[in-house]
Nanobody, 125 residues
Framework: QVQLVESGGGLVQPGGSLRLSCAAS????????IAWFRQAPGKEREGVSC????????NYADSVKGRFTISRDSAKNMVYLQMNSLKPEDTAVYYC??????????????????WGQGTQVTVSS
């Protein structure tokens, strides 16, 4: 049974940083496309960052380019999202997702069967 568990969310001031982590059981991230999504209250879930395969180039939403970085740690079977220069509009529940490698746009949620439960990120002074 596949399980993804996010951690690292919290309250941070504008301009601050957070690193989200996603741990997996039942799958090896190196064999999967991975992604981070977020959903703010009253808004649709949106893709933040992704890699469609282990060797794929990272892809970022325009709203986070230059501020967020997605990465994997193969030895620990972990995926991370480093978030810098956070803004109030980054406030949302953040989810990690995974599925077997694919060729389509990895920022689209329909590509993923496996999801974590989410972690809350609040950017506020």
């Amino acid at each position: 049974q596949v399980q993804l568990v996010e951690s690292g969310g919290g309250l941070v001031q504008p301009g601050g940083s957070l690193r989200l982590s996603c741990a997996a059981s039942g799958l090896t991230f190196d064999n999967y496309g991975i992604a981070w999504f977020r959903q703010a209250p009253g808004k649709e879930r949106e893709g933040v960052s992704c890699m469609s395969s282990k060797d794929g180039n990272p892809n970022y939403a325009d709203s986070v380019k230059g501020r967020f970085t997605i990465s994997r740690d193969s030895a620990k079977n972990m995926v991370y999202l480093q978030m810098n220069s956070l803004k109030p509009e980054d406030t949302a529940v953040y989810y990690c997702a995974a599925d077997l490698p694919f060729d389509s746009n990895c920022l689209e949620a329909y590509n993923y069967d496996y999801w974590g439960q989410g972690t809350q990120v609040t950017v506020s002074s």
